[in-house]
């Protein structure tokens, strides 16, 4: 079984940031792209921020400059590193990751994390 748990969500003043975690584990092969991912009440999900394994980045309009998506591939861990929240940015966020488990080469599953509730309001 694969598991991505999220930490790192809270309440935030404007103008504040957060770092966000997502950790995979289990009967993991290999992890291709890795991102971000929020849903606001009332909203569709929606792209935050993706990180593919060689490092490549991609973001949403509405984040570019101020949120920064990472991973430490050895630790199968991907971060997004939030400056200057807005209360738009209020939402679940979610992590998401294409893996390969053990025994399933050439096969890639999409795995979710349980969301973390990001909050920005003063």
């Known amino acids: 079984q694969v598991q991505l748990v999220e930490s790192g969500g809270g309440l935030v003043q404007p103008g504040g940031s957060l770092r966000l975690s997502c950790a995979a584990s289990?009967?993991?092969?290999?992890?291709?792209?890795m991102g971000w991912y929020r849903q606001a009440p009332g909203k569709q999900r929606e792209l935050v921020a993706t990180i593919r394994s060689g490092g490549s980045t991609n973001y949403a309009d509405s984040v570019k400059g101020r949120f920064t998506i990472s991973r430490d591939n050895a630790k199968d861990t991907v971060y997004l590193q939030m400056n200057s929240l807005k209360p738009e940015d209020t939402a679940v966020y979610y992590c998401?990751?294409?893996?390969?488990?053990?025994?399933?080469?050439?096969?890639?599953?999409?795995?979710w994390g349980q969301g973390t509730q990001v909050t920005v309001s003063s």
């Open positions: 998401g990751a294409d893996i390969t488990p053990r025994g399933r080469s050439g096969s890639s599953f999409r795995y």
């Open positions: 289990g009967s993991i092969f290999s992890i291709n792209a």
